[in-house]
């Protein structure tokens, strides 16, 4: 069934243009908005507390699956609520925007398309040029979002069903409004979302570099497994930088084309989320995932 879902939101979300009332950010934010006026979410609140809160909705919603509702309409739930969660509209419409901007040789056009990625504020130190510089930068932003409204979700939901997916993607936008207020209860859902990518996170590492170059990202892989100090979003575009491969003519074009990297990891963001495809397919036939 969680296969079936899959394959039917995956499709869906490629083909459809999403309204805000199909996005899980709609809803996330009038949760939060809702239980801060009630006042179960403060400045001062404890980091558990936080979390708690942040898991009432997926607890909800566990509970309504196992009382109320049969198989059939499980899986109907399961699969609209996973197409509410998964993909992100404004990301997609921003890369097109950048892609654009890149083939015309518009580099400050390119660094406010990467500022509205949301990390705008993160700085690598690269050597090359201008153009490479802001590719690698949007490409490695990319990644790590595609990750979030992917990937993460996709695992999050083989694990826990519905119910992980909208746990994930609550507490994802629960710090993505907490870190763009300034509020000091950005450090409490940081650190829950920490605790919530770091096995997914090492999952879509190891898809990328089977996906990509193995031999030249598996040791920084294999090193990750032990690492607890590494954030998950630079372990994730470290191994990403490494899988990617670019031809000859790319690594030629990537000099005065910003778009290049993009578009090279982008076909390896999607490369990856077939192999989970491939690998959830797998672990369905012989009994593994229902």
């Avoid at 558990?48 to 942040?54: D, F, I, K, S, Y």
């Avoid at 400050?108 to 090359?128: F, I, M, R």
């Avoid at 397919?281 to 229902?290: D, R």
């Amino acid at each position: 069934m969680m296969l079936i879902s899959l394959l039917i939101v995956l499709s869906l979300e490629r083909s459809l243009e999403k309204a805000p009332a199909w996005h899980v950010e709609t809803y996330a934010e009038q949760f939060r908005r809702w239980v801060m006026d009630k006042g179960w979410i403060k400045e001062n609140t404890e980091a558990v507390q936080v979390w708690g809160v942040l898991l009432l909705p997926a607890l909800l919603l566990a509970l309504i699956e196992h009382w109320l509702l049969g198989t059939f309409l499980t899986f109907i739930e399961q699969t609209v609520i996973l197409f509410v969660c998964i993909g992100c509209p404004a990301l997609r419409a921003t890369y097109k925007c950048f892609l654009k901007a890149a083939e015309r040789g518009d580099l400050e056009a390119c660094s406010l398309y990467t500022d509205q990625l949301g990390h705008g504020g993160c700085n690598y130190q690269q050597e090359g040029t201008e153009a490479q510089s802001e590719g690698k930068t949007f490409g490695q932003h990319l990644t790590w979002l595609n990750y979030q409204h992917y990937a993460a979700v996709i695992l999050w939901f083989l694990a826990f069903g519905a119910p992980g997916a909208l746990f994930y993607t609550f507490s994802r936008s629960a710090h993505n409004a907490f870190c763009e207020s300034g509020s000091a209860l950005a450090q409490a859902t940081a650190r829950l979302l920490y605790a919530l990518d770091f096995i997914p996170v090492r999952i879509t590492a190891f898809g990328l570099l089977m996906m990509g170059h193995f031999s030249n990202a598996f040791p920084t892989w294999a090193r990750s497994l032990t690492d607890l100090q590494t954030m998950p979003r630079e372990l994730l575009t470290t191994i990403a930088g490494k899988a990617e491969m670019l031809t000859p003519e790319e690594q030629n074009a990537q000099k005065e084309n910003a778009a290049v990297e993009p578009k090279v990891l982008v076909k390896l963001a999607k490369r990856n989320i077939l192999f989970l495809l491939v690998v959830t397919a797998a672990l369905t036939l012989i009994g593994t995932l229902s």
